[in-house]
Antibody
Framework: QVQLQESGPGLVKPSETLSLTCSVSGASINSQYWSWIRQPAGKGLEWIGRVYTSGSANNNPSLRSRVTMSLDVPKNQFSLKMTSMTAADTGVYYC?????????????WGQGTVVTVSS | DIQMTQSPSSLSASVGDRVTITCRASQSVSKFLNWYQQKPGKAPNLLIYGATTLQNGVPSRFSGGGSGTEFTLTITSLQPEDFATYYCQQNYGDFWTFGQGTNVEVK
């Protein structure tokens, strides 16, 4: 059974960098696609970006200059770094998997981690 | 960006009702359209991918239709566990977007 678990600081100061990690169990991160998605409190979902084993990635253009995603294959983890955080970045951050190709949809999600941007 | 617009934004329904949610794309996304269900405090759950394919384990009362710019999610007989928020999501090209959500609440 594939499971994803986000980890990282729940509180980030304005202008600082957010670092989140998603640990994958029950599957290898090789040959699959891994995304980050966020959701402000009481609002809808926003796709942040997606990374593949090869290191190729594509990001939401509105966040692209602030976002870096990477894979740690030996640890079976992938990570998100988002710079210059503001209050508008407060919300729940999810990691998710998609299988690509004809099954390009987020079939497995982490439980989400709450990130608050405040001084 | 491809904008996704769901209608209605919310609806009230009763157990046993047939419910249809519409998702419109600002340009054609072919059949690159997925549907998710989200309950309060939980991560979304994939229902339909490729516009019409039911995800493993999802009840057959859920079905998806459409292509191009107009899509539907239909629940043929609403069950108590179906009261939730539903999102469409397009995965056409390199930049993916979600609809704003449709809240299905108890009438």
């Amino acid at each position: 059974q594939v499971q994803l678990q986000e980890s990282g600081p729940g509180l980030v100061k304005p202008s600082e960098t957010l670092s989140l990690t998603c640990s994958v169990s029950g599957a290898s991160i090789n040959s699959q696609y891994w995304s980050w998605i966020r959701q402000p409190a009481g609002k809808g979902l926003e796709w942040i970006g997606r990374v593949y084993t090869s290191g190729s990635a594509n990001n939401n253009p509105s966040l692209r200059s602030r976002v870096t995603m990477s894979l740690d294959v030996p640890k079976n983890q992938f990570s998100l770094k988002m710079t210059s955080m503001t209050a508008a970045d407060t919300g729940v951050y999810y990691c998710a998997r998609d299988l690509g190709g004809s099954r390009e949809a987020f079939d497995i999600w982490g439980q989400g981690t709450v990130v608050t941007v405040s001084s | 960006d491809i904008q996704m617009t769901q209608s209605p934004s919310s609806l009230s329904a009763s157990v046993g009702d047939r419910v249809t949610i519409t998702c419109r794309a600002s340009q054609s996304v072919s059949k690159f359209l997925n549907w998710y269900q989200q309950k309060p405090g939980k991560a979304p759950n994939l229902l339909i991918y490729g516009a019409t394919t039911l995800q493993n384990g999802v009840p057959s009362r859920f079905s998806g239709g459409g292509s191009g710019t107009e899509f539907t999610l239909t629940i043929t007989s609403l069950q108590p566990e179906d009261f939730a928020t539903y999102y469409c999501q397009q995965n056409y090209g390199d930049f993916w977007t979600f609809g704003q959500g449709t809240n299905v609440e108890v009438k």
